[in-house]
């Protein structure tokens, strides 16, 4: 229902970095919370941060004072830049949404969570 396209991964050198960026499409009445998880090898998925409409903003111990997420809600995007990164960022990186989406005339919106496919993060020297 909602449609995320990531951008911006890649590899870098430890202390590097990089802006990961993630536009929504659809139909959508409205995105209650935007976010970027992620997956490395053998491992779970886990928060990095995420951002709300309230522009209050959620982060994992290992990404505060590194990274910093911010959204632009008129273009339904979310960025994600991470400064300082460290071996252990390597994973594969997913855009989130919490949405409101159209389902019909005079239908009320639903909520839905939505992820991206996920863009590369590879932090080596």
């Known amino acids: 229902q909602v449609q995320l396209r990531e951008s911006g991964g890649g590899s870098v050198q430890p202390g590097g970095s990089l802006t990961l960026s993630c536009t929504a499409s659809?139909?959508?009445?409205?995105?209650?919370?935007m976010g970027w998880y992620r997956q490395a090898p053998g491992k779970v998925r886990e928060l990095v941060a995420t951002i709300a409409g309230t522009d209050s903003r959620d982060y994992s111990d290992s990404a505060k004072g590194r990274f910093t997420i911010s959204r632009n809600n008129a273009k339904d995007t979310v960025s994600l830049q991470m400064n300082g990164l460290k071996p252990e960022d390597t994973a594969l990186y997913y855009c989130?949404?919490?949405?409101?989406?159209?389902?019909?005339?005079?239908?009320?919106?639903?909520?839905?969570?939505?992820w991206g496919q996920g863009t590369q993060v590879t932090v080596s020297s």
């Open positions: 659809g139909s959508i009445f409205g995105i209650i919370t």
């Open positions: 989130m949404t919490v949405s409101r989406v159209y389902t019909g005339w005079g239908k009320q919106p639903s909520e839905t969570t939505d």
